[in-house]
């Protein structure tokens, strides 16, 4: 049987699933409006729209709190060298249709360990992201995710003290 502390924050929670309207200020006009808020943080399903980049490109992003860094599919990736830095080239696939060619710098090259795969080395870049009334530079490793059924994964780096992830919800 819960004890009566464990009982108020479920009630407590139902009443906010049930009842609270969300007002915030969203990152942009395109930011989801109709999300709920608990405990001073944002409640989202575990599928959302996120608005990428400048031009706000919207794709399809799984929220993923089991990874700690956030991954996008990257078509034609191609290695460059800018004032003796690193930088790449790729192509992105909006939610419409619409490709987009994208060049950013280099942060770094993560490791990533996939069961079956083995290690491979991805390079990181750093794209603003809007999601759930936020807007922040958010660090992307950049893979073929063709085969996967979002082309986003929001990792729990963006996610943390913000989103409370409903996996019940899309």
Same mark, same amino acid.
């Given at each position: 049987?819960?004890?009566?502390?464990?009982? +108020?924050?479920?009630?407590?929670?139902?009443?906010?699933?049930?009842?609270?309207?969300?007002? /915030?200020?969203?990152?942009?006009?395109?930011?989801? $409006? %109709?999300?709920?808020?608990? =405990?001073? @943080?944002?409640?989202? !399903?575990?599928?959302?729209?996120?608005?990428?980049?400048? %031009? =706000?490109?919207?794709?399809?992003?799984?929220?993923? $709190?089991?990874?700690?860094?956030?991954?996008? =599919? #990257?078509?034609?990736? @191609?290695?460059?060298?800018?004032? @003796?830095?690193?930088?790449?080239?790729?192509?992105?696939?909006?939610?419409?249709?619409?490709?987009? &060619?994208?060049?950013?710098?280099?942060?770094?090259? *993560?490791?990533?360990?996939?069961?079956?795969? !083995?290690?491979?080395?991805?390079?990181?870049? &750093?794209?603003?992201?809007?999601? *759930? !009334?936020?807007?922040? @530079?958010?660090? /992307? $490793?950049? #893979?073929?995710?063709?085969?996967?059924?979002?082309?986003?994964?929001?990792?729990?780096?963006?996610?943390?003290?913000?989103?409370?992830?409903? +996996?019940?919800?899309?």
């Amino acid at each position: 049987m819960p004890d009566d502390t464990s009982a +108020s924050l479920t009630k407590f929670a139902c009443s906010c699933l049930t009842v609270c309207l969300l007002v /915030f200020v969203p990152c942009t006009q395109l930011a989801a $409006t %109709d999300l709920m808020k608990w =405990n001073a @943080q944002v409640v989202a !399903g575990w599928v959302e729209p996120i608005y990428l980049g400048e %031009d =706000n490109i919207q794709l399809t992003a799984k929220l993923d $709190t089991g990874a700690r860094t956030s991954s996008l =599919n #990257a078509a034609d990736i @191609q290695h460059l060298v800018r004032r @003796q830095e690193p930088w790449v080239a790729f192509t992105i696939r909006s939610n419409d249709g619409r490709e987009t &060619r994208i060049e950013r710098p280099v942060i770094r090259i *993560a490791r990533i360990r996939r069961a079956g795969v !083995g290690v491979r080395d991805r390079p990181v870049i &750093r794209l603003p992201v809007c999601l *759930a !009334g936020y807007r922040e @530079q958010v660090e /992307f $490793t950049l #893979a073929d995710r063709s085969a996967m059924n979002y082309p986003v994964l929001i990792g729990r780096a963006f996610l943390a003290n913000r989103i409370i992830v409903n +996996s019940e919800a899309t």
